[in-house]
C-alpha cells in the first residue's frame, strides 16, 4: 500500500476514502468548496484560525494526480497577479550619505510596511541596493522599514522558517513530531539591508536587538501566534555576518548546499553559515511541547 505524506501530515487509507465519499456526496461542487469542507471537518486550521485552504487544495491535488481521487473540472482559472508582476520601480528618495553616531541617529522607528502605503517604497530599495533583489514572500511573512533622522536607514524581511535544516534542528533537539507542529514558532531573516548610503557603526546590531524585542509581538498580533526562535542564512563567500554575532545570535552550523527540490547529495548552491538567536529561555522546552 502507498503511503501518502504532505506537509508533515500521513495520510492514510481512511483519509482518502473519507475525500473520496466527500466528492460523491457532493457532485455539483467546486474544488474550493470541496477543500473548505475538508479544512472544516479535518479542523485543519492555521493558528489565527484561518482555514489551511491552500494547503489542503494542494493535498487534493496531489492526490488527484497520484490516482487515489478525482477532483472535479477546474470551473474557473484564476488570474494570478504575481505572475506578471511588473520589478519595483527606483524610488526617489534623498540619497545624501548619513554618517554619524548612532546615539544622534536616534530614536529610530520601526515601521511595519506590509499592505501599507509605505510597501513599494520598501520593495523598491530591495530591488535596487539588496544584492538578492526583491523577492515577493510567501506564506506568513513581516516587512519592516526603520527610519532615523526622518529618512530610511534599513529594511528587513521575516518569513516563515524553513521546515527542515539540520543544523538548526539538531541545535534545539526536537522530534521529527515536534518540528512538524512547532516550525511555526520560528522565524527566517530572508532580507537584511541597511541602505548603502548610511554609514553608521554598531547600526545592524542594534536593529537586529531592537527587532528581537518586539518581532514575536508583532507576529502575535497578525498571525495569532508567538514566534521563539530567530534564524537566518549568511553567505561565507560575501559576508562574515559580524552583525548578528555582535548581536549575540548563536553560529548553528552550515546548511548541505541542497535545496528542499534537489534529488541527490551533490550540493546545487553555495553552502551558507547557518545563524539563530533565541528568544525565550526555555525555548527547546515551548518547541518540543505541543505548542
Known amino acids: 500500500m502507498v503511503e501518502f505524506r504532505y506537509r508533515g501530515r500521513k495520510i492514510s487509507q481512511e483519509d482518502i476514502l473519507y475525500i ?4 460523491e456526496q457532493h457532485p455539483q461542487e467546486s474544488r474550493r468548496t470541496l477543500s473548505t469542507k475538508l479544512c472544516e471537518a479535518w479542523q485543519w486550521r492555521q493558528a489565527n484560525g484561518a482555514l489551511r485552504d491552500m494547503v489542503c487544495r494542494g493535498l487534493l491535488l496531489m492526490l488527484d494526480r497520484a490516482g487515489q481521487i478525482e477532483l472535479p ?17 527606483p524610488a526617489r528618495i534623498d540619497t545624501t550619505p ?7 541617529l536616534q530614536p529610530l522607528e ?7 502605503g509605505k510597501e513599494p517604497l520598501w520593495n523598491s530599495l530591495l530591488e535596487e541596493h539588496h544584492y538578492l533583489g526583491y523577492e515577493q514572500p510567501v506564506g506568513e511573512h513581516l516587512k ?6 526622518g529618512r530610511p536607514v534599513a529594511c528587513l524581511a521575516w518569513c516563515s522558517a524553513p521546515r527542515h535544516l539540520g543544523s538548526r534542528d539538531r541545535y534545539i533537539g526536537w522530534s521529527a513530531e515536534a518540528r512538524r507542529r512547532n516550525v511555526r514558532f520560528l522565524a527566517y ?7 548603502p548610503w548610511v554609514k553608521v557603526e554598531h547600526l545592524a546590531s542594534h536593529i537586529l536587538g531592537r527587532m528581537a524585542l ?10 495569532g501566534h508567538p514566534i521563539y526562535f530567530l534564524e537566518t ?26 535545496g528542499k527540490q534537489c534529488n541527490s547529495y551533490v550540493p546545487n548552491r553555495s553552502i551558507k553559515e547557518v545563524l539563530g538567536y533565541p528568544l525565550a529561555k526555555q525555548f527547546r522546552e515551548l518547541l518540543m511541547g505541543r505548542g
Do not use: M
Open 189 to 195: 531573516n530572508t532580507r537584511f539591508l541597511i541602505l
Open 214 to 223: 518586539r518581532i514575536s509581538a508583532d507576529w502575535q498580533r497578525i498571525y
Open 20 to 23: 473520496r465519499a466527500l466528492i
Open 73 to 89: 473540472p477546474v470551473s474557473y482559472v484564476r488570474h494570478n497577479p504575481l505572475a506578471n508582476r511588473a520589478r519595483p520601480e
Open 233 to 258: 542564512f549568511v553567505d561565507p563567500e560575501r559576508f562574515r555576518g559580524t552583525c548578528y554575532r555582535a548581536a549575540n545570535w548563536v553560529v548553528l552550523g552550515k546548511t548541505t548546499g541542497r
Open 110 to 116: 520601526f515601521e511595519l510596511v506590509r499592505r501599507t
Open 144 to 149: 519592516y522599514l526603520v527610519w532615523g533622522q
Open 98 to 104: 548619513i554618517e554619524d553616531r548612532l546615539y544622534n
